[in-house]
């Protein structure tokens, strides 16, 4: 991003790029979930779930990528160290059951965790409106994203 770019961001530069980092840490924590969550899954009609969960994986890979870009854009650099990644997320690491074929509970972590998005990307499109349109479009269109993703799995608590 060059000097007016940056210049027409009516927030603090520092601050933004904190948010962002934040959801950003987030991102590879739910990535790394759902990814580790696709590889143990079993029991009845796991297969299902896999699909779903790598799909999300997949989707919260690109999150992470497109948050990155931002950062750079601002300025800034993601964060570097994957140590920093769970100190540095809105929320902790939500852990995988031991019981691999349970996948009610599965169900119920993902759902958490996209409700933890929702709620991180929410804030910041708040505080961005009409005040940093770039931010703002990225956000509002990864919470849609975040809302597919809690959805998905909602329905399926439901069932
Ligand atoms: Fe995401
Ligand atoms: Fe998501």
Redesign the pocket.
């Given at each position: 991003m060059g000097k007016q770019a940056r210049a027409i961001v009516d927030l603090s530069l520092k601050e933004l790029v904190k948010d962002l980092n934040k959801a950003y840490a987030d991102?590879w924590l739910?990535y790394y979930l759902y990814w580790y969550l696709a590889q143990i899954v079993s029991g009845k009609a796991y297969e299902d779930i896999q699909e779903m969960l790598n799909k999300l994986a997949k989707?919260?890979l690109e999150?992470a990528t497109e948050l990155a870009d931002l950062i750079i854009k601002l300025g800034d650099v993601p964060t570097a160290n994957p140590m920093d990644l769970e100190k540095n997320a809105n929320a902790p690491y939500l852990m995988p059951p031991k019981n691999t074929a349970d996948i009610n509970r599965i169900i119920r972590i993902v759902a958490e965790a996209e409700a933890g998005?929702i709620e991180v990307y929410n804030k910041i499109a708040k505080k961005t409106l009409g005040k940093d349109h770039v931010t703002y479009q990225l956000v509002t269109h990864?919470l849609s994203?975040?809302v597919t993703h809690e959805e998905m799995f909602e329905n399926l608590l439901e069932r």
């Open positions: 991102e739910a989707d919260e999150h998005a990864i994203e975040e």
